[in-house]
């Protein structure tokens, strides 16, 4: 299997497990918590993810300072995406907005980990200078 092909099946199993564990948190604890939303941020940050794993890794193959340099721009706008859909939804749902952040940070600092988990192994290689 091509590396592409690895890390969205990784993904995909990744995002399945947070599906089961979370619908059991809304289910038994968090009932009084669960938004209908949930599920587009957990479905949206899997795609972004992914999105970015497979921009990531087709860097390594470029220069490390071209690499860095895109790193810090891909990371940027990332940020500046997922703040634009944080504050649009908080402000048009201001009852929800508290069960909407909780949920999107959980899940940001998951999916997270999950990326920096999958993308050392590819610096482990030798980069070409």
Known sequence: MQPIGKILFKNAIFSFFIALISI???????TNHYLPVFWILLVGLA????FIHIILIKLTESSISKFATRFILITGI???VLLTI????????KEQAVSFLVSFLVLYLLYT???VYIIIPFFKKPLKQ
Not at 86 to 93: C, E, M, R, V
């Open 47 to 50: 795609l972004i993810t992914a």
């Open 113 to 115: 980990s999950f990326e």
């Open 78 to 80: 990332k940020m500046i």
């Open 24 to 30: 059991v948190f809304f289910k038994t604890i968090f």
């Open 86 to 93: 944080i504050l649009t939804y908080s402000f048009l749902y």
